[in-house]
């Protein structure tokens, strides 16, 4: 069932940045030119690319990356400031989306490791009492 849910979440993700960075922030047409889109596209993509592969902290990183190649597209003046505040916003809300996965990442294993070792405890814990009862005691 985990590898379903794990699934979902990349999915999400991929959804997310698609939808957030490509249709809002590098949809390209007149305010800049084609070769900005591409470079910005491309940073869509590798985005995409990393959350797909469920690398969610290179997909942080390239989404960092992303945001530096708007600054220095507004920087050049090659994409507006309207352009750039909607690159950005987009960019917070894919960072928000990948940071809470990777906390609730973080937390389904925390979770694992607790079971793990409640069942190891319940292991030593069952071969402690079989022990006892096994002649160990008594004048026999």
Do not use: F, W
């Not at 945001?67 to 960019?91: F, M, N, P, V, Y």
């Amino acid at each position: 069932m985990r590898p379903a849910r794990g699934r979902y979440r990349r999915s999400l993700v991929v959804a997310a940045t698609v939808l957030a960075l490509g249709l809002t922030g590098c949809a390209g047409g007149d305010d800049y030119s084609a070769q900005t889109a591409s470079t910005l596209q491309h940073g869509v993509l590798a985005v995409a690319t990393a959350a797909e592969a469920n690398d969610l902290a290179g997909a942080q990183t390239r989404l960092a990356a992303l945001a530096k190649l708007s600054d220095a597209a507004l920087a050049k003046g090659e994409i507006s400031s309207a352009r750039h505040a909607a690159i950005e916003s987009s960019i917070v809300a894919v960072r928000a989306d990948l940071t809470q996965l990777q906390d609730q990442a973080e937390k389904e294993r925390l979770q694992q490791q607790l079971q793990q070792l409640q069942q190891q405890q319940d292991q030593k814990g069952k071969g402690k009492g079989k022990d006892k009862g096994d002649g160990h005691g008594g004048d026999g």
